[in-house]
């Protein structure tokens, strides 16, 4: 099957309504109260034919339900609420998550929920369900935890009927966990991992009493560990392995903060890993893993909330620029074109002589050279740049690497790849990351639940829920006990300790010790974007603060220039503190070769060092 990291337009199915997700299937449900699907329920479910399994590569509709108003799709099952307040389900069983009052492998036909009526809101879980009724009283069945107190520990207790969850009442909305209350307040329970509670603790533990989270209230969305009020703002918490949380930091969050960035916003959803909002003017935006380029072209992750656009380019060595819609040219180093009438839904610079480009057509990506003629004909799902000779490159089958001819190197097959770097490269394999060398040889066995690329002779990986850093043999050579770390830059890396970040060395000790909210890598530039009292300023190496904490937001010099955010809008800044353009910019991306890539929401193109045009059109 193709990954697909560009929107496209699923047919066969119209005038949809809701639309639903499980880990591999998916749900629409039509103005008209049909049910369409497609996808599959996953492999190896017990009871299950494999017609039962695979439902179909296309949607198609779900025969006897009809009338229906509400969706909620889990992993294995679904759910659906009717207009006559009844909830339906179908699919995995085996832990009564269906509510029918016995628990059975597999549903392949929908089957109605037992004891429930006026239903008005319904959430399903990994095995355990949730609904609401018309008098605010909240129901739970599936794999149901019983906890004790005074022991400490929690049973699974499978339930196959709804039951009462009495803790709570007067509820309006459900979410995994967590509840809205009539009165605008926000209540939550469950597993706390890494602060996923909400509460300020972050002891790993299971709570079936619900937490009043008291910094939050008059919400009108709530998805995972987001919520969203009536003004529109968004609040975040949790675990932030991966940029999730949306503060534009990795440091995990025990309380819920306030997202800068984004504001009027209608909706939210999120999953563990990857958060998407939707505003009341239609604009789209995601922050966190990013792996597969699901956000952007980049394919590290995306701390803050990113708007979704068809395309963001970078600036490497030549230049991609917009003409119109989808279509793109690029200039050389004088910003004159030299190629031109291709269409592409997205690009990426150039990287040793090749840049990525992806067709709009059929969203596949290849590479062409600086005369614009592809150096080798094969076509990728998902790309990075070339590094040191190599690209990792995202088949059916997996990733892997292939040289400036698109020849493999290794034997490939991985979950995901990153660029090498210092002669080396991180992928995923069985759950965990290791290391190749630039002969596709795994250098160091895959031990870890995340990894960063080398930087100094050193990568940062997590170990054990800490991080660390090991060197080339795979030594450990600072210990893991850090609860988050970036790469090591300008011989220091930033790093969290007990929920503050400070700068180390390369031998562990401390150059700046922990103060900071949150901190990122000085980049070669000797100054580092600290944040303290909620605000962006810039520490030099021994902890000066060279330009004072005034920002809502700042990235890390390049070229001795750095992105600046004041009241959601960006400006350029001197290494004297002194800015070079005004705040009127809604993206900039780092200088290059004396170029940034700027968008100001009627235009978009490239600013000199002195921040003056260098090449603009209309934005799309």
């Given at each position: 099957?193709?990954?697909?990291?560009?929107?496209?337009?699923?047919?066969?199915?119209?005038?949809?309504?809701?639309?639903?997700?499980?880990?591999?299937?998916?749900?629409?449900?039509?103005?008209?109260?049909?049910?369409?699907?497609?996808?599959?329920?996953?492999?190896?479910?017990?009871?299950?034919?494999?017609?039962?399994?695979?439902?179909?590569?296309?949607?198609?509709?779900?025969?006897?339900?009809?009338?229906?108003?509400?969706?909620?799709?889990?992993?294995?099952?679904?759910?659906?609420?009717k207009k006559d307040g009844t909830v339906w389900g179908w699919g995995r069983n085996s832990k009564g998550e269906l509510g029918t009052g016995h628990a059975t492998t597999f549903e392949p036909n929908p089957v109605q929920v037992s004891q429930l009526s006026n239903i008005k809101a319904l959430y399903a879980s990994f095995d355990q369900s949730y609904a609401v009724d018309d008098k605010g009283k909240l129901w739970r069945w599936g794999s149901v935890p019983e906890c004790n107190a005074e022991r400490g520990s929690c049973v699974e207790q499978v339930v196959t009927v709804p039951e009462r969850f009495e803790a709570l009442d007067q509820v309006s909305l459900i979410s995994e966990d967590m509840a809205v209350l009539q009165d605008g307040t926000v209540w939550k329970w469950g597993l706390n991992y890494q602060g996923s509670l909400g509460v300020g603790s972050d002891v790993h533990a299971y709570s079936d009493k619900p937490y009043k989270l008291i910094d939050l209230t008059d919400l009108i969305e709530i998805s995972g560990t987001k919520a969203v009020t009536k003004e529109g703002e968004v609040w975040s918490w949790g675990p932030n392995n991966y940029g999730q949380v949306g503060d534009g930091t990795t440091s995990?969050?025990?309380?819920?903060?306030?997202?800068?960035?984004?504001?009027?916003?209608?909706?939210?959803?999120?999953?563990?890993?990857?958060?998407?909002?939707?505003?009341?003017?239609?604009?789209?935006?995601?922050?966190?893993?990013?792996?597969?380029?699901?956000?952007?072209?980049?394919?590290?992750?995306?701390?803050?909330?990113?708007?979704?656009?068809?395309?963001?380019?970078?600036?490497?060595?030549?230049?991609?620029?917009?003409?119109?819609?989808?279509?793109?040219?690029?200039?050389?180093?004088?910003?004159?074109?030299?190629?031109?009438?291709?269409?592409?839904?997205?690009?990426?610079?150039?990287?040793?002589?090749?840049?990525?480009?992806?067709?709009?057509?059929?969203?596949?990506?290849?590479?062409?050279?600086?005369?614009?003629?592809?150096?080798?004909?094969?076509?990728?799902?998902?790309?990075?740049?070339?590094?040191?000779?190599?690209?990792?490159?995202?088949?059916?089958?997996?990733?892997?690497?292939?040289?400036?001819?698109?020849?493999?190197?290794?034997?490939?097959?991985?979950?995901?790849?990153?660029?090498?770097?210092?002669?080396?490269?991180?992928?995923?394999?069985?759950?965990?990351?290791?290391?190749?060398?630039?002969?596709?040889?795994?250098?160091?066995?895959?031990?870890?639940?995340?990894?960063?690329?080398?930087?100094?002779?050193?990568?940062?990986?997590?170990?054990?829920?800490?991080?660390?850093?090991?060197?080339?043999?795979?030594?450990?050579?600072?210990?893991?006990?850090?609860?988050?770390?970036?790469?090591?830059?300008?011989?220091?890396?930033?790093?969290?300790?007990?929920?503050?970040?400070?700068?180390?060395?390369?031998?562990?000790?401390?150059?700046?010790?922990?103060?900071?909210?949150?901190?990122?890598?000085?980049?070669?530039?000797?100054?580092?974007?600290?944040?303290?009292?909620?605000?962006?300023?810039?520490?030099?190496?021994?902890?000066?603060?060279?330009?004072?904490?005034?920002?809502?937001?700042?990235?890390?010099?390049?070229?001795?220039?750095?992105?600046?955010?004041?009241?959601?809008?960006?400006?350029?800044?001197?290494?004297?503190?002194?800015?070079?353009?005004?705040?009127?910019?809604?993206?900039?991306?780092?200088?290059?070769?004396?170029?940034?890539?700027?968008?100001?929401?009627?235009?978009?193109?490239?600013?000199?060092?002195?921040?003056?045009?260098?090449?603009?059109?209309?934005?799309?």
């Amino acid at each position: 099957m193709d990954y697909h990291v560009a929107p496209f337009r699923i047919a066969g199915i119209g005038h949809v309504r809701l639309i639903a997700a499980g880990y591999a299937h998916s749900t629409a449900v039509t103005e008209a109260g049909e049910v369409w699907q497609w996808g599959n329920y996953r492999a190896n479910m017990p009871g299950a034919t494999a017609a039962d399994i695979q439902l179909s590569h296309v949607p198609k509709r779900v025969e006897g339900i009809n009338n229906v108003v509400g969706v909620a799709d889990s992993a294995f099952y679904t759910l659906v609420l009717k207009k006559d307040g009844t909830v339906w389900g179908w699919g995995r069983n085996s832990k009564g998550e269906l509510g029918t009052g016995h628990a059975t492998t597999f549903e392949p036909n929908p089957v109605q929920v037992s004891q429930l009526s006026n239903i008005k809101a319904l959430y399903a879980s990994f095995d355990q369900s949730y609904a609401v009724d018309d008098k605010g009283k909240l129901w739970r069945w599936g794999s149901v935890p019983e906890c004790n107190a005074e022991r400490g520990s929690c049973v699974e207790q499978v339930v196959t009927v709804p039951e009462r969850f009495e803790a709570l009442d007067q509820v309006s909305l459900i979410s995994e966990d967590m509840a809205v209350l009539q009165d605008g307040t926000v209540w939550k329970w469950g597993l706390n991992y890494q602060g996923s509670l909400g509460v300020g603790s972050d002891v790993h533990a299971y709570s079936d009493k619900p937490y009043k989270l008291i910094d939050l209230t008059d919400l009108i969305e709530i998805s995972g560990t987001k919520a969203v009020t009536k003004e529109g703002e968004v609040w975040s918490w949790g675990p932030n392995n991966y940029g999730q949380v949306g503060d534009g930091t990795t440091s995990s969050h025990t309380k819920p903060v306030l997202l800068k960035g984004i504001q009027d916003v209608a909706a939210v959803t999120s999953g563990e890993e990857i958060t998407v909002a939707l505003t009341h003017d239609g604009t789209l935006y995601r922050w966190g893993q990013n792996r597969n380029g699901e956000i952007a072209n980049i394919t590290h992750n995306v701390m803050p909330p990113t708007r979704v656009s068809t395309t963001s380019p970078d600036l490497h060595y030549t230049l991609p620029i917009p003409k119109d819609g989808l279509r793109w040219t690029y200039l050389d180093e004088h910003y004159s074109p030299i190629k031109d009438s291709q269409i592409y839904f997205k690009t990426l610079p150039y990287s040793e002589g090749l840049a990525a480009v992806q067709r709009a057509s059929d969203s596949l990506w290849t590479f062409i050279d600086e005369s614009g003629k592809r150096p080798f004909l094969k076509e990728f799902q998902v790309v990075r740049e070339y590094h040191e000779g190599l690209a990792a490159v995202k088949l059916p089958t997996g990733w892997t690497y292939i040289n400036k001819l698109g020849k493999d190197v290794g034997k490939g097959g991985y979950n995901a790849a990153e660029s090498f770097s210092e002669g080396m490269a991180a992928v995923l394999q069985g759950g965990k990351w290791g290391y190749l060398d630039q002969t596709g040889k795994m250098r160091i066995p895959p031990a870890y639940a995340e990894a960063r690329s080398f930087s100094g002779g050193l990568a940062a990986v997590r170990i054990n829920g800490k991080w660390g850093f090991i060197d080339k043999s795979g030594k450990v050579v600072i210990p893991a006990k850090y609860q988050a770390a970036e790469s090591f830059s300008d011989k220091a890396a930033p790093v969290s300790l007990n929920g503050k970040w400070g700068f180390i060395s390369k031998n562990g000790s401390w150059f700046i010790k922990p103060q900071y909210e949150a901190a990122k890598g000085h980049g070669g530039s000797g100054l580092a974007p600290v944040k303290t009292n909620g605000k962006w300023g810039y520490a030099s190496i021994s902890g000066k603060m060279v330009i004072s904490a005034q920002f809502d937001d700042a990235a890390m010099f390049s070229e001795g220039l750095a992105a600046v955010r004041k009241n959601g809008k960006w400006a350029v800044l001197g290494s004297n503190g002194k800015t070079v353009t005004g705040y009127v910019f809604t993206e900039i991306k780092p200088y290059s070769k004396g170029a940034a890539w700027v968008k100001d929401g009627t235009q978009q193109g490239y600013l000199d060092r002195n921040g003056k045009w260098i090449y603009k059109s209309a934005s799309q």
